[in-house]
């Protein structure tokens, strides 16, 4: 009898761990939307799916995309975001960027995030108080379009009925981090940043919004961009070598986020405010990687130098002699700050199980 090659071994204990994994996610219901899915979508590179390529002309290549959409679609990643799984969990097409003129109806709402957004400075391109002020165009002219005749655009009961997702604010910190803001300063910031999410919540609502959907921070300083960034000498690691000082500012904020979703919840008592904790399911990702299958939790898929981390700022993935790995390989990280169509597949179930959320509704609450 013929013994199996390593390689044929290799490939089956791939399979069986990826079984595992997809055994250890919270089950799944099925939708119960009883109205067409409506969404609206604010935020930065974790949600955008192609805002950058249709506003600015940026060029996202190979081999972005590789693994679901066979080509690059202006998404950050290797196939699918977060996002795009929460689309398909209510049975809707794919979120299009607010900025892409040519083939989208924008029937089941818009993506106004862009990669590289935050919430400050204000009035910049793609700042949140701009995407809110993107919507409020895109609402107003389809509600002229509705006037002269169109049946196609979203109507007052389609605004009302929608649901906005809020998910930003990642850029503000490691921005100010990159700035050699100083952690006190960066901490002293995060007000300024939450006052700019209530604004955009609130003007929403004053709109007709009622339904929102608002997402954490993540635990950027886990990102291989941010460990190769800081110098060895200055990294404060944590036991999963994250950078703490990092994640420590990631969860003052997303403490002031989640007391100002309870704030917002007693002013608009006419809404429903879900907050959801990210942080937690991006950490415990990364914690317990080989329980979920992965290798390599804080090493990048695509990009240039190896182990370590696998990045390089002067060769990012797509461009110079950076290399992905093999497709079909478990990574987390896809280029450095990006996660891979894997590692989002399983957060987006992990946020569909409802232990993350609070209040704890299911994701398609708002098409019942």
């Known amino acids: 009898m013929q013994m199996d090659s390593p390689k044929s071994v290799s490939l089956i204990l791939s399979y069986i761990t990826i079984i595992i994994s997809l055994l250890l996610l919270p089950h799944s219901t099925e939708s119960l939307c009883t109205s067409k ?22 060029s996202v290549t190979s081999p972005y995309g590789r693994t679901f959409f066979g080509r690059s679609t202006g998404r950050l990643s290797d196939g699918r975001l977060i996002i795009d799984f929460l689309c398909q969990s209510v049975k809707s097409s794919f979120l299009p960027p607010y900025m892409e003129s040519l083939g989208s109806k924008f029937s089941n709402g818009a993506n106004f995030a862009v990669v590289g957004s935050s919430t400050l400075p204000k009035f910049v391109p793609f700042a949140l108080n701009v ?68 604004n955009a919540i609130k003007t929403i609502h004053d709109n007709g919004g009622r339904k929102f959907w608002v997402h954490n921070t993540g635990p950027f300083g886990c990102l291989p961009q941010k460990l190769w960034l800081v110098q060895p000498s200055s990294r404060d690691l944590d036991s999963h070598g994250c950078i703490s000082t990092y994640n ?16 917002l919840r007693s002013e608009l008592k006419d809404s429903t405010i879900v907050y959801v904790d990210i942080y937690t399911i991006k950490y415990d990702l990364i914690a317990n990687a080989s329980k979920y299958g992965f290798t390599s939790p804080l090493m990048a898929c695509c990009g240039f130098g190896g182990p370590p981390f696998n990045y390089n700022i002067n060769i990012t993935c797509g461009h110079g002699g950076a290399q992905a790995c ?43």
Not at 51 to 58: E, I, P
Not at 355 to 368: A, E, G, K, M, N
Request: with cysteine; charged share 20%.
């Open 248 to 263: 420590s500012a990631a969860k003052v904020f997303n403490e002031g986020l989640r007391h100002l979703c309870t704030e």
């Open 326 to 368: 093999n497709q079909g390989s478990r990574f987390i990280n896809w280029d450095g700050t990006h996660f891979t169509e894997a590692a989002n597949s399983i957060m987006a179930s992990k946020i569909l199980s409802q232990q993350y959320s609070t209040p704890r509704v299911p994701f398609d609450f708002f098409c019942h």
């Open 131 to 198: 995407q809110v002020m993107q919507f409020l165009h895109f609402k107003s002219r389809s509600n002229d379009l509705l006037a002269s005749g169109s049946k196609a655009m979203i109507n007052d009961d389609g605004f009302q009925r929608a649901l906005y997702i809020i998910d930003i604010g990642q850029n503000d910190l490691a921005d100010a981090f990159a700035n050699k803001y100083s952690y006190a300063r960066v901490i002293k910031r995060i007000p300024l940043v939450l006052a700019e999410i209530k």
């Open 37 to 58: 899915p409506i969404i609206f979508n604010f935020g930065d590179s974790n949600s955008d799916t192609g805002g950058l390529v249709a506003g600015l002309g940026y």
